[in-house]
C-alpha cells in the first residue's frame, strides 16, 4: 500500500464500524467456533476446526487493512459551502451526448462502489473529471473506449 488512501467522513465513519463490528462480535464469534471445534477431537481431520483458522486468518487480515486505512488515510470532510470544481467527496451530473444524464459521488478508491453511483477519483472517469468546472467538457479513456462527458452539475 504505498500511496496515500483517500475516504470521504462517511466513508471512514463506515470503515470505522465495521471495525468495530469484526473487533468485537466477529472476533467473539470465531473463537467460539474454534473452542467447539477443538472439543471434538483430532484436529487433523476435523474440517470445522479448519475453516475456523481460515476464516480467522481472513478476518485478521480484513481487520489489518482496516487498521491501516483508517490511521493512513486522508479524510475530505464534506464541503458546506458551494464547490466549485469536482473533487474527492463532492456529487457530479455529467452527460454524455443525448444519453440520459448520470450523477455520480467521487470517492476514493477503497470506498468505489459503481453499481451505487459511486466512483474513484482513480478510476477513468473520476480521474478525467477533477479540477474541473460546470459547464466542462471532459473525455475519459475507458475500456470501452473514449466517452465524452459535458459537466452539468456540482454540488
Known amino acids: 500500500m504505498s500511496e496515500t488512501p483517500i475516504l470521504t467522513a462517511q466513508g471512514a465513519a463506515k470503515l470505522k464500524e465495521e471495525l468495530e463490528y469484526l473487533t468485537t462480535v466477529a472476533r467473539r464469534e470465531i473463537a467460539e467456533r474454534l473452542r467447539h471445534a477443538v472439543s471434538q477431537g483430532d484436529l487433523s481431520e476435523n474440517a470445522d476446526y479448519h475453516k475456523a483458522k481460515e476464516d480467522q486468518a481472513f478476518l485478521e487480515g480484513r481487520i489489518q487493512e482496516l487498521e491501516y486505512l483508517l490511521k493512513n488515510?486522508?479524510?475530505?470532510?464534506n464541503n458546506d459551502g458551494p464547490v466549485e470544481e469536482v473533487q474527492v467527496g463532492v456529487r457530479v451530473t455529467v452527460q454524455e451526448g443525448e444519453y440520459p444524464p448520470e450523477t455520480y459521488l467521487i470517492v476514493g478508491a477503497k470506498e468505489a462502489d459503481p453499481r451505487n453511483g459511486k466512483i474513484s477519483n482513480e478510476s477513468p472517469i473520476g480521474s478525467a473529471l477533477i479540477g474541473h468546472?460546470?459547464?466542462?467538457?471532459?473525455?475519459?479513456?475507458?475500456?470501452?473506449?473514449?466517452?465524452?462527458?459535458?459537466?452539468?452539475?456540482?454540488?
Not at 73 to 77: F, G, P, Y
Request: glycine letters at 8%.
Open 73 to 77: 488515510a486522508i479524510i475530505v470532510e
Open 133 to 155: 468546472k460546470v459547464g466542462d467538457v471532459v473525455t475519459a479513456q475507458t475500456p470501452n473506449g473514449t466517452i465524452t462527458l459535458r459537466i452539468l452539475q456540482i454540488e
